[in-house]
């Protein structure tokens, strides 16, 4: 890991879940290169989010962070299985095709089969910054690849045969008419304000 710039970053503040189209999920995510402790307060509070949702796995895009960052437990639950943290993460070495059905806790109720490769070795960093180098397959191989394409600024429904995608892209319509609406309303918050704190949290904790 690169040594941390000097200047003092801001704080990252209470995390929230968001849904498609929020400006994060769709921009790629930036390297940290300073991992202080907001960051792993803010790994700690997306585990709560991860567990409250009911979710496997979460990227740090979902819950509007622009960093290079996602957690997995494939058991879905606080104190069973295991507690990964992925900083920086690369995936190498391709091997094999698997169709099985994926959600995202970015867009609830969503559920599409997609086809991935079926192995995939992953390096990353951890939290305490120990380098990780995994051969994965199976379950966490398909979780793995869902939330690095997270850090990609893609979804599940990018990776959709087109008769799929035509279906997916009613519902992401619908998503998109809820989410202006909750803009227009006050209740989230305008694009430019968005964009604007994912510039600043990038300026903060990101490689220029
Ligand atoms: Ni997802």
Not at 45 to 68: C, H, K, S, T, W
Not at 74 to 96: A, C, H, K, W, Y
Not at 118 to 140: C, M
């Amino acid at each position: 890991m690169p040594d941390s710039p000097q200047v003092p970053a801001t704080g990252i503040g209470p995390l929230a879940l968001v849904e498609y189209p929020h400006p994060a999920l769709l921009r790629p995510a930036k390297p940290l290169v300073r991992i202080d402790e907001a960051v792993c307060d803010a790994v700690s509070q997306m585990f709560d989010i991860m567990y409250e949702a009911e979710g496997i796995g979460l990227a740090a895009n979902q819950v509007a962070l622009p960093y290079r960052l996602f957690i997995v437990n494939t058991t879905g639950r606080r104190g069973d299985g295991q507690e990964l943290v992925f900083i920086n993460p690369v995936l190498s070495r391709p091997r094999g095709t698997a169709i099985q059905e994926e959600g995202c806790l970015s867009l609830p109720g969503l559920r599409m089969d997609v086809r991935r490769p079926e192995k995939i070795v992953v390096e990353a960093w951890s939290l305490d910054g120990q380098p990780i180098r995994l051969d994965l397959g199976g379950l966490l191989s398909r979780v793995v690849q869902h939330e690095f394409d997270h850090l990609e600024g893609k979804l599940f429904t990018d990776r959709l045969p087109e008769a799929a995608a035509i279906e997916a892209r009613r519902t992401l319509e619908t998503f998109r008419e809820v989410f202006l609406g909750q803009q227009s309303r006050g209740e989230l918050p305008a694009h430019d304000d968005i964009v604007a704190r994912l510039d600043r949290l990038q300026v903060d904790r990101c490689q220029a």
